[in-house]
């Protein structure tokens, strides 16, 4: 069934955010090294961006790289980090051409400075666009960027620059790397694994679920397409009773 035609295109997700997991698997699955998974993962990715700004979404939040993937074999976390910077320099005409503005989310000054180079590079010649915001979260970690945000926002009631009593969601979030992205409404997560793994603890109070059971490589459109309309057939009641929602 294709579901493109079945979304409202007025409640459409502003902004969903994927765990992309399953590339070692699929590859395994396919009798082929992992890093192979990862390639194809990034087919998966530039299909499903497509398929984003297609139906409007305005932010793809992307897991490429957790701080616990640091620990993988050496050879497969410089894999990751080489084709990052490959995926970069391949895709940057046709995220202009698609009107992709790339952001990054993480502790990015942890990673190599040749990534921290092109990643710079990308931001930086792709920030005038409109259409969709891509957000990469690399070498993130939700622990981590609370952590950061708590010692941030001490240093400052040290400093007397903020009071306690004004420490309120606002000001956290501000303190948190996805300051000025809204919270997601969808969460995808692939490979049929149900956890959150630290990813946007606090940014996903609201969020709804979707699970799929097939690995990245194998997402695309049509199953982009199909959260979407399942998301859209939700209610969503934020702490409230369905009769307030419905407005009876
Ligand atoms: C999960 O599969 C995937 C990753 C840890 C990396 C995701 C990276 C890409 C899709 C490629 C690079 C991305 C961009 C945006 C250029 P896994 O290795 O955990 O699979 P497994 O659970 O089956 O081992």
């Known amino acids: 069934m294709s579901t493109t035609n079945h979304i409202d295109p007025k409640s459409v997700p502003e902004h969903i955010a994927i765990i992309m997991d399953g590339n ?14 990862h390639t194809k993962g990034v087919d998966a990715v530039r299909e499903t961006l497509r398929a984003a700004v297609d139906v409007k979404v305005k932010y793809l939040t992307l897991y490429a790289f957790s701080t616990e993937n640091w620990n993988r074999p050496k050879e497969e976390v410089e894999g990751l980090m080489n084709l990052l910077v490959m ?65 941030n926002i001490s240093s400052k009631v040290q400093e007397k620059t903020v009071s306690i009593d004004s420490i309120d969601d606002e000001l956290i979030s501000n303190e948190l790397t996805t300051k000025g992205i809204p919270d997601p409404e969808l969460l995808i997560r692939t490979s049929g694994e149900h956890r959150v793994s630290n990813f946007l603890l606090w940014q996903i109070a609201y969020t709804e679920f979707y699970f799929l059971d097939i690995y990245w490589p194998e997402f695309g459109k049509k199953q982009l397409n199909e959260a979407i309309y399942n998301y859209q057939n939700r209610e969503r009641r934020f702490g409230l009773v369905s009769s307030q929602i419905k407005g009876e």
């Not at 009798?31 to 998974?37: A, I, P, S, T, V």
């Not at 940057?92 to 051409?97: A, M, R």
């Not at 666009?129 to 981590?144: E, F």
């Open 87 to 151: 995926s970069l320099a391949n895709e940057l005409d046709e995220l202009n051409e698609n009107g992709v503005r790339l952001q990054a989310i993480g502790n990015i000054k942890g990673l190599p400075e040749y990534c921290q180079e092109s990643l710079r590079e990308a931001i930086d010649q792709t920030k005038n666009n409109t259409n969709i915001t891509l957000v990469l979260a690399l070498n993130y970690s939700s622990k981590w960027e609370i952590r950061e945000m708590v010692k």
């Open 24 to 37: 070692g698997r699929w590859a395994q699955s396919h009798g082929q090294d992992r890093l192979f998974g």
